[in-house]
């Protein structure tokens, strides 16, 4: 649930990058945090483990100015893919307003995909969320390594997959060469700050 300062006018937004180990969640905050530098003020916070690229999360408060006299602020984090983190990653859960599953499109990763999307709903359920009511998007990630040879999945298994019961909006990407990182972010801060204003405004 954001959080809102009515004194300062400030609306807090928590939006969760999640996903299988290594999918490419902490790649896509560095292509945004790189992109955007001269808009935040801030540095990201990156905390690299043996095994994981991201043991707790990656923070990158993010302005995108006023609404309805209120000002916002995007709070980005990722969660570590790993299941020894599973407690970790339903702490950084808490709160969260909007999700981004990150989800590996390389054909052997296909379980991981799934089991990683049960264990969100899981991790939703102990916070009475779930993926019906919560604004979120997918991504496709490494869509790139098509040209290196490399086995992917078609969009339609992966929608199949991950999708069928909830039509949320999706996007093939490649977080390395940038190939819809911004497009998934300004959709997810979208659908969100929609959802909040239900909400609040």
Request: glycine content about 6%.
């Given at each position: 649930?954001?959080f809102?300062?009515?004194?300062?006018?400030?609306?807090?937004?928590k939006i969760?990058?999640?996903g299988?180990?290594?999918?490419?969640?902490?790649?896509?905050?560095?292509?945004?945090?790189?992109?955007?530098?001269?808009?935040?003020?801030?540095e990201?916070?990156?905390?690299?483990?043996?095994?994981?690229?991201?043991l707790?999360?990656?923070?990158?408060?993010?302005?995108?100015?006023?609404?309805?006299g209120?000002?916002?602020?995007?709070?980005?984090?990722?969660?570590?893919?790993q299941?020894?983190?599973?407690a970790?990653?339903r702490?950084?859960?808490?709160?969260?307003?909007g999700?981004?599953?990150?989800?590996?499109?390389m054909?052997?990763?296909?379980?991981?995909?799934?089991?990683?999307?049960?264990?969100?709903?899981?991790?939703?359920?102990s916070?009475?969320?779930?993926?019906?009511?919560?604004?979120?998007?997918?991504?496709?990630?490494?869509?790139?390594?098509?040209?290196?040879?490399?086995?992917?999945?078609?969009?339609d298994?992966?929608?199949?997959?991950?999708n069928r019961?909830?039509?949320?909006?999706?996007?093939?990407?490649?977080?390395?060469?940038?190939?819809?990182?911004?497009?998934?972010?300004?959709?997810?801060i979208?659908?969100?700050?929609?959802?909040i204003?239900?909400?609040f405004?």
């Open positions: 649930m954001a809102v300062n009515l004194k300062s006018k400030v609306i807090q937004v969760v990058y999640y299988p180990g290594r999918g490419g969640k902490t790649t896509n905050l560095e292509y945004i945090y790189q992109k955007f530098r001269q808009r935040i003020n801030s990201m916070v990156t905390v690299k483990t043996h095994g994981d690229r991201t707790f999360f990656d923070f990158l408060p993010f302005d995108i100015g006023l609404i309805n209120y000002n916002i602020k995007i709070q980005l984090y990722t969660v570590p893919g299941v020894k983190y599973n970790t990653r702490l950084v859960l808490r709160g969260v307003d999700v981004v599953f990150v989800a590996d499109a054909t052997v990763r296909r379980e991981k995909n799934i089991q990683s999307l049960e264990n969100l709903q899981e991790n939703l359920t916070y009475k969320k779930g993926l019906n009511t919560l604004p979120w998007v997918l991504q496709y990630n490494k869509i790139d390594l098509r040209e290196q040879g490399i086995p992917l999945l078609p969009v298994v992966l929608e199949g997959d991950l019961e909830f039509h949320a909006p999706h996007f093939p990407a490649s977080a390395v060469k940038g190939t819809n990182v911004v497009a998934t972010l300004k959709k997810i979208s659908m969100t700050i929609a959802s204003k239900k909400e405004l």
